[in-house]
């Protein structure tokens, strides 16, 4: 590859047009996207890694054949039958905010965008769920519900720039998720289509019995085993009160601790975030307090006022106890109005080398895990950027969020580096029991660590994978299932 490879597959590159006219028979020629330029803005999503490679000229996967834009499940079906019959890939799009490059084609690919799939079906509000269609985007969904007087709890940061659908494909979390759960514990039902163009619907009913959970096989699957084009979720009423408390802890582990024990006392506030050293410091520069006691904690609390007024005094005697003490709120706003901001666009515009790895840990392994792989990361590169917070926690333990950040320097000098850091990190993280991913998925670039990750289990996925999809059509090469004939190998082509 050198820094003329778009301008190279551009030259190259060739439309099928009797492909583009088959698909456009079944939605439209309109709904069929061909021109190179068009394709080319699907090429990537917001893997950091395909960012560095574009920001240099190159890009990371390949150019999809075409892009096929369907507006509901029927054209879904008709699109699979066909992909199916002509033997061609195909790649379920969100809106590409997927940060490990679950959507990247690899060479061959259509791409099914579902954006058109983009309304509410229905609000029960008896069963207190909603059916909506599953290319809404996030931030136009919570909108709408809001404006019904309910949310869906799930608000990733990424809202603006996501898909329903793929908040489900990915098994996301929200910030919101210590109290109303990450998407699989939102998620009540979900129409899909299969790969063999078999429609798949699961019935939007509280609870069931009947065997493994069909729903959890397409939660988290990464458009490998089927496309979902709707989904049935809880709503909650939006709250009457909504607090925030700034918290001040002696140290790491007294933060911890407390939000271990909150947890454990079966308190739920709506968000628990503690910061490390780096990124507490970043936060609370010119507060007095914080230099006795330098380590951060966010909490808020929803509900109704009586509900809000206890669960608050609890945690905070819980805190207190750990040497946690009340500040002032600047912490709390700065990260309410910034919520949903996308912080790595600026340091990929300045040149640096930013990236964000999540894992999950237990309690009991979280502060070795921690140091572990703080003091590997700074050996690696000692001038990096490595700051930390805990962001989604449980009664067993937290996601643990990493910001990793090179400064400028040559892409053949960074690459390795940064390539060495996922490596020590995602095996640091095996090594202390934890898991690889915390709620970013896996789609591509986690493929070298889900065996580690999965044991026996990588193969049961795969035996799943080859029974549904026998012709390997759906988004194969993701989530560390096998990959397509000559399918590009990002690292090395
Ligand atoms: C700044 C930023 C902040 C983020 N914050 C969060 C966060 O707080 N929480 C969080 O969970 N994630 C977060 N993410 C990651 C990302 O936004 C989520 O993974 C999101 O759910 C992806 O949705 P999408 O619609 O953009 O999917 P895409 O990126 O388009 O696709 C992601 C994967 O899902 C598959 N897919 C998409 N739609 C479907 C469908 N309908 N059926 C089957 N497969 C499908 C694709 O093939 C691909 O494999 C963040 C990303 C960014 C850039």
């Not at 060479?107 to 059916?131: F, H, Q, Y």
């Not at 507490?280 to 109704?304: H, M, N, W, Y």
């Not at 901001?341 to 964000?356: C, E, I, L, P, R």
Request: hydrophobic share 40%; aromatic share 6%.
């Amino acid at each position: 590859m050198t820094a003329t490879t778009i301008a190279g597959v551009r030259d190259t590159d060739r439309v099928d047009e009797d492909l583009a006219s088959a698909f456009g028979a079944v939605i439209g020629q309109a709904n069929v996207l061909t021109s190179f330029d068009q394709r080319l803005g699907y090429s990537r999503d917001r893997l950091p890694f395909a960012v560095f490679r574009e920001r240099a000229g190159e890009i990371a996967g390949a150019v999809p054949r075409l892009v096929v834009r369907p507006a509901n499940q029927d054209e879904i079906v008709r699109i699979v039958q066909l992909a199916k019959a002509r033997n061609v890939p195909v790649i379920p799009y969100g809106n590409g905010s997927g940060v490990l490059g679950g959507a990247i084609p690899l060479g061959g690919e259509i791409m099914v965008d579902t954006r058109r799939l983009d309304k509410i079906v229905s609000i029960n509000p008896t069963d207190a769920v909603v059916t909506v269609q599953a290319g809404m985007n996030g931030a136009d969904f919570e909108q709408q519900l809001n404006e019904a007087g309910y949310t869906s709890g799930h608000l990733p940061q990424s809202i603006e720039i996501s898909t329903v659908g793929g908040w489900l494909a990915c098994r996301g979390g929200g910030q919101l998720s210590s109290r109303y759960g990450k998407i699989e514990d939102i998620v009540v039902g979900l129409k899909a289509v299969l790969p063999d163009g078999t429609p798949l619907e699961v019935r939007p009913v509280a609870r069931r019995s009947v065997g493994p959970s069909i729903r959890d096989l397409m939660i988290g699957s990464e458009g490998t085993l089927g496309i979902i084009t709707e989904a049935t979720l809880r709503i909650f009423k939006m709250p009457a009160v909504e607090r925030g408390v700034v918290l001040a802890f002696p140290s790491l582990q007294a933060a911890l601790d407390s939000a271990r024990l909150i947890m454990q006392a079966e308190l739920r506030p709506t968000i628990v975030r503690l910061y490390d050293r780096v990124e507490s410091d970043e936060r609370t520069k010119d507060i007095a307090l914080f230099k006795t006691k330098p380590f951060l904690a966010v909490l808020q609390f929803c509900g109704s006022e009586p509900m809000v007024t206890a669960e608050q005094s609890m945690a905070l005697e819980i805190a207190a106890a750990q040497g946690g003490e009340v500040g002032p709120s600047g912490p709390y706003e700065h990260w309410k109005q910034n919520r949903y901001v996308a912080y790595s666009q600026k340091w990929h515009d300045a040149g640096y080398f930013n990236d964000t790895i999540e894992v999950t840990g237990n309690w009991s392994t979280i502060p070795a895990m921690y140091d572990a792989i703080g003091n590997a990361v700074r050996a690696i590169y000692p001038g990096i950027h490595f700051g930390a917070h805990w962001s989604h926690v449980y009664p067993e333990g937290a996601c643990q969020y990493m910001t990793v950040r090179l400064p400028p320097m040559p892409d053949d000098q960074a690459l390795p580096i940064h390539q060495k850091l996922w490596d020590t990190v995602q095996q640091l993280t095996l090594d202390h029991g934890g898991s690889i991913a915390h709620h970013h998925g896996a789609g591509l670039f986690r493929n070298p660590w889900m065996k580690r990750e999965l044991g026996a289990g990588l193969a049961v996925l795969q035996s799943i994978k080859d029974a549904l999809d026998p012709g390997n059509l759906f988004n194969p090469g993701k989530i560390g299932l096998r990959a397509g004939p000559n399918a590009k190998d990002i690292r090395r082509d």
